[in-house]
């Protein structure tokens, strides 16, 4: 009975929450939502002119023009650097350039960031993985697609299957032999040059590293949770230059051990919700600050 009332409680405030977004839309003028943004962002208790907004505009886009080979479509949300990708195509391609970490970003590590995880993010691309992340970039005006981040994985093996090397670090051992051999059937073709579990004992983590070193790989996915993984592949990063992945539970998702919101929570962008009531004891307490989250977008406190 408890969990049933905090479905319904926690549909009705999620509705209203997406209610006041919308009547901020449309009843705010698009200069005015521009000057709260930056006032927010960028200013202390000065707000910009409509002189200074387009201006502002007018060196985005000069920016972007001036250099074709970097992708400057980002906004800084709580200070976190998050970067809009309007298709996947346009995400693996610009990695591809970049090699550097891809991280995953949502509404809980954009409440939660730190000066460490903002360091690593910041350096590196973070994409929308989350609604939230999503609405807050749209808040700044820029369109970006949510990008799960246990597809995006699948996608990047998919597009370089013959032409890239790829290493894999995450789970127990069961999993990542799991792991390894569904992905030889569903990808003949992938090279993996190294592959190991995501327990790291005294010692292990000099191998790991002289292993990546050794070996190059030009993709490297680590499945290990945040910001564990995102530590281990600064480290990486220091050691090889490639293209890295923050995986988290994806490989759980992957072999079936752990199941996926259906199709429709996933089309609805109610996956969070799902994961709530499948996992109650689990994710209530992270999933409250979705509220709280959502509350600072309808304020413009990002």
């Given at each position: 009975m408890f969990f049933s009332y905090l479905f319904v409680i926690s549909c009705l405030a999620f509705l209203i929450l997406l209610a006041t977004v919308e009547i901020r839309k449309r009843y705010f003028r698009a200069e005015a939502i521009a000057a709260l943004d930056n006032f927010a962002s960028n200013t202390l208790f000065i707000?910009?002119?409509?002189?200074?907004?387009?201006?502002k505009r007018e060196q985005v886009s000069s920016s972007s023009k001036s250099n074709p080979d970097e992708y400057n479509n980002y906004a800084y949300i709580n200070d976190v650097k998050t970067y809009a990708f309007e298709s996947r195509d346009q995400l693996l391609e610009i990695i591809d350039k970049e090699k550097k970490m891809?991280?995953?970003?949502n509404a809980h590590k954009i409440l939660n960031a730190t000066d460490q995880t903002r360091d690593i993010i910041n350096n590196n691309i973070g994409y929308a993985d989350g609604v939230g992340a999503v609405m807050a970039l749209k808040q700044k005006g820029l369109n970006s697609i949510k990008i799960p981040g246990c597809e995006i994985w699948l996608d990047l093996i998919a597009?370089?299957?013959?032409?890239?090397?790829?290493?894999?670090?995450?789970?127990?051992?069961?999993?990542?032999?799991?792991?390894?051999?569904?992905?030889k059937e569903d990808y003949p073709q992938i090279n993996i040059v190294g592959y190991r579990n995501?327990?790291?004992?005294?010692?292990?983590?000099?191998?790991?590293l002289a292993d990546i070193e050794e070996k190059k790989p030009d993709v490297v996915f680590v499945a290990q949770g945040s910001p564990r993984q995102e530590l281990l592949m600064m480290?990486?990063?220091?050691?090889?230059k490639a293209i890295y992945?923050?995986?988290?539970?994806?490989?759980?998702?992957?072999?079936?051990?752990?199941?996926r919101a259906p199709e429709i929570w996933?089309?609805?962008?109610?996956?969070?919700?799902?994961?709530?009531?499948?996992?109650?004891?689990?994710?209530?307490?992270?999933?409250?600050?979705?509220?709280?989250?959502?509350?600072?977008?309808a304020l413009f406190i990002f």
């Open positions: 707000a910009p002119t409509p002189e200074s907004i387009s201006d891809l991280v995953a970003i597009k370089y299957e013959t032409s890239k090397t790829f290493y894999f670090v995450g789970g127990k051992d069961e999993v990542i032999n799991k792991v390894i051999e569904q992905l995501g327990y790291l004992k005294e010692g292990d983590e000099e191998r790991l480290k990486m990063q220091e050691v090889h992945q923050g995986l988290g539970g994806s490989f759980d998702v992957y072999t079936g051990t752990v199941e996933v089309n609805m962008k109610m996956e969070w919700l799902y994961r709530w009531i499948k996992e109650p004891q689990l994710r209530t307490r992270r999933n409250l600050e979705l509220f709280k989250f959502f509350g600072y977008l």
